[in-house]
């Protein structure tokens, strides 16, 4: 069976990456054969031509998930895949491109036995163009993964030892996001970037392309349906700058701009051509969309934003790292905002695009973070700039992610109290990401020990009663010389600029335990009422407090062991979410806090 030829017509949020979709495209999640190489012999047993791998996995699940048929969470260094692939013969003469959403950690790529290309990463999306490894008829793909126990990279929460222990969790192995296949022709977009300006209505578009060329370039810009703008134009060269001037929808009073209240989106279709034949068209979409800080308040769209956030690591119990699917993260989004968030953390993770294209339909604030390494040195100083970059890439065109988070709580920079290298470090990748993306807010070490170059002074504190939050508060001064118990606000020789300050951790209340091993930050409470009454206190406390700019409570779910969710793991609410709604915004919408 050809499954190229076979056209699947999935809604945007089914599709791997919503924000930059082809119609030729093949879905390659399901059932993979695998196999463990543990003594590292696996070409000499001819894993790499598909022959012998004596297992079979539902990819994209990671091996040590539940769902992925394996469940098996002992350490395997090094894993195998492979599955086959029918190509017709002319299908030959157009560009195959092999896209993973995310493999952990160091991946290799085999097409019937050629080696095709190599990836370091594990968070972020890759591709490779396979088109001279096919033949016509079956194809076999082999990929295999090596995932050591090294923390000189980013591993957010998975841990590195063998059971999971305080706030990490079990590791992942492999492959664990999405893997589809495309079709196109010889020129081809490989990325586009959409920059908007709402103070001079304009959309800037940068354009890159896989190679140079003279090319014919049709981009169409639709509202609810309806076309706003067509530019039609030729070009050279592999890198395009397009500025397209939006009228406003409405002459009295600006009312499609994105935000969580009202999350407007405008669709884009871009139609690559050459001699007039077209080589490849992507589908996409962009908010007009602003956020910045002036005077320690933000501003979203040039009006103030409070930020009611919710510390979210998008575990599940049988899946882990990977979404069941996308009406699972889909809830997630819907869950967060029932219990009156804005917004959500997504706390060491680079998520599934599906979660933010859901957070940019149905109007959530995102806080974008880069896992954490935990070694200080030139390899993770390597790794950590290389995936945060291809992040920052990938999840670009999403208006929802408004805030980027490069360190957390001085994670893989322990010493960055005293050392001026740590130092260099955060403020070498708060600069990074302003080169990047200038558009959006940087929390460069949110937690504390801050240095001087970020937007946000993001603070983490746990404090088990309002009393004791409202002492640490009241006077700025006073805290910037004590800072939170066993941690300094600020790094040493770098002084409070002024930015806005919020409490980014704070809560984590537990409600009751179960087993020895579960925990929360202070006493659990005993009953549902204890419960939303300590909760209540201390989220009033923070609200009332002049100096927060907003707030990120600990957080929206059980995660194994830490059981201080909102909700179960399983998604259910702990109370009841229209109670839960009240305690956050203090009956009060956005536009009178």
Avoid at 28 to 36: E, V
Avoid at 96 to 111: K, N, P, Q
Avoid at 318 to 330: F, G, K, N, V
Avoid at 494 to 508: A, D, R
């Amino acid at each position: 069976m050809n499954i190229l030829k076979e056209k699947q017509v999935y809604q945007r949020g089914e599709y791997p990456r919503p924000d930059f979709i082809r119609d030729n495209w093949t879905d390659l999640n399901g059932t993979w054969r695998f196999a463990f190489d543990d003594d590292g012999t696996g070409c000499d047993k001819g894993y790499h031509r598909g022959e012998n791998l004596n297992l079979e996995i539902v990819v994209p699940f990671c091996c040590q998930s539940a769902k992925s048929g394996i469940g098996d969470t002992a350490y395997h260094e090094t894993v195998w895949y492979s599955r086959a692939v029918s190509i017709e013969e002319q299908e030959l003469r157009n560009t195959c491109l092999l896209h993973i959403g995310a493999s952990d950690y160091e991946t290799d790529i085999w097409v019937n036995g050629d080696h095709a290309g190599k990836h370091y990463g594990g968070y972020a999306q890759f591709t490779f163009d396979i088109r001279r490894y096919l033949k016509a008829g079956d194809n076999i793909i082999a990929i295999r993964v090596r995932d050591d126990l090294e923390c000189d990279r980013p591993r957010g929460k998975q841990y590195w030892k063998e059971e999971p222990d305080r706030c990490w969790y079990t590791g992942v192995t492999g492959i664990w996001q999405n893997v589809w296949m495309e079709l196109t022709k010889e020129v081809y977009l490989e990325q586009v970037k959409m920059i908007p300006d709402i103070d001079r209505r304009l959309l800037e578009m940068e354009l890159y392309f896989n190679k140079s060329e003279d090319i014919e370039l049709e981009i169409s810009i639709y509202y609810e349906g309806r076309l706003k703008k067509r530019i039609i134009t030729e070009v050279s060269g592999s890198y395009v700058r397009e500025g397209i001037l939006l009228e406003e929808e409405d002459k009295v009073d600006e009312i499609h701009y994105w935000s969580p209240d009202h999350p407007n989106l405008y669709e884009v279709s871009i139609c690559v051509g050459k001699n007039g034949v077209k080589q490849d068209e992507v589908s996409a979409y962009f908010g007009m969309r602003k956020i910045h800080i002036s005077g320690g308040h933000i501003f979203l769209n040039n009006k103030l934003f409070y930020q009611r956030l919710i510390l979210d690591q998008g575990y599940w119990e049988d899946t882990l790292l990977t979404p069941p699917s996308s009406d699972a993260l889909r809830r997630d989004v819907e869950l967060t905002k029932k219990m009156g968030f804005n917004g959500a953390r997504k706390h060491q993770k680079c998520e599934d695009p599906r979660y933010y294209y859901w957070a940019d339909v149905l109007g959530l604030a995102v806080w974008g973070e880069l896992p954490s390494g935990y070694m200080f040195q030139k390899r993770e100083i390597e790794n950590l700039t290389r995936e945060w970059g291809d992040f920052i890439n990938q999840a670009y065109n999403h208006p929802s992610i408004i805030t980027w988070v490069p360190l957390n709580e001085s994670w893989g920079v322990r010493n960055i109290l005293t050392d001026r290298r740590q130092q260099a470090l955060a403020k070498g990748l708060y600069h990074l990401t302003k080169a990047y993306d200038g558009t959006r807010l940087v929390s460069t070490n949110d937690g504390w020990e801050q240095v001087e170059e970020t937007d946000l002074l993001g603070l983490h504190d746990y404090a088990g009663s309002a009393e004791e939050i409202r002492k640490r508060y009241e006077d700025l001064e006073e805290f910037f010389k004590t800072g939170i118990p066993g941690r300094q606000a600020l790094s040493e020789g770098n002084e409070y600029q002024g930015q806005p300050i919020l409490l980014t951790e704070y809560g984590g209340i537990a409600l009751k335990k179960t087993k020895e091993a579960e925990w929360g930050y202070n006493e659990a409470a005993e009953t549902p009422e204890e419960f939303a009454d300590r909760l209540r206190a201390l989220t009033e406390a923070v609200r009332s407090m002049g100096v927060f700019q907003g707030f990120c409570y600990t957080q929206l779910t059980d995660v194994m062991q830490e059981v201080n969710g909102l909700l179960t793991a399983e998604r259910e609410p702990k109370i009841e979410c229209e109670k839960l709604a009240e305690i956050f915004t203090g009956g009060m919408r956005d536009n009178e806090e």
